[in-house]
């Protein structure tokens, strides 16, 4: 009898679910779509406009995203820093180092951080490389007062296609032009 009961609950169990529609297929959702901004990295200039991104909403894996990733390429990431007395810094820079001094950067504080570019060119450019050169300001308001918040100098850039076809920068060099206040300066102090 106990046998027979238990039988009647479960098929008027799975008779309930049935018509609830628990069984029945659903429409897929759709992919998730990132709300950051952040582009695909389909064309160089995708990878500066994340770049400037990555600092205005102070996003750590956006910005590394931006430089290549050994496991996706042959090529290795290299910061070369302008002239100064932080040279032994920068000798055995990575991408971990780039990591640790963005976050050591902080969430931007009373404002937006900007970078601006003058005399911008991309240079030696093939379906595979190219390079970018310009002079540029950079803004951060971070909370540190004994170091400048604003940085000038002239970078070159150089991006190349990893082995998923998306771009990055496998090399950055930093030049002083007129102050000693470079990214490398701002770098080397984080």
Not at 40 to 45: F, M, Q, R, T
Not at 157 to 167: C, E, H, V
Request: a neutral charge; hydrophobic letters at 35%; glycine letters at 4%.
């Amino acid at each position: 009898m106990n046998l027979r009961r238990s039988a009647r609950l479960i098929l008027g169990a799975a008779a309930l679910c049935a018509g609830c529609g628990i069984f029945e297929t659903r429409d897929p959702q759709p992919p998730n779509q990132s709300t950051s901004g952040v582009r695909p990295a389909d064309v160089p200039n995708d990878v500066l406009y994340n770049f400037q991104l990555a600092f205005r909403n102070h996003d750590v894996e956006s910005y590394i995203r931006c430089f290549t990733d050994t496991t996706a390429s042959t090529r290795s990431f290299t910061f070369t820093p302008s002239a100064g007395n932080f040279q032994d810094i920068f000798r055995l820079w990575t991408l971990d180092d780039e990591r640790r001094y963005f976050q050591d950067l902080g969430t931007p504080v009373g404002g937006t951080s900007v970078i601006s570019y003058s005399d911008s060119q991309w240079v030696n450019s093939s379906s595979a490389a190219t390079e970018f050169t310009a002079n540029y300001v950079f803004f951060y308001p971070h909370i540190r007062t004994d170091l400048p918040k604003t940085v000038t100098g002239y970078l070159h850039l150089y991006l190349a296609l990893d082995n998923q076809r998306r771009w990055s920068i496998y090399r950055w060099d930093d030049f002083r032009t007129t102050t000693d206040s470079t990214w490398s300066y701002l770098k080397a102090h984080f």
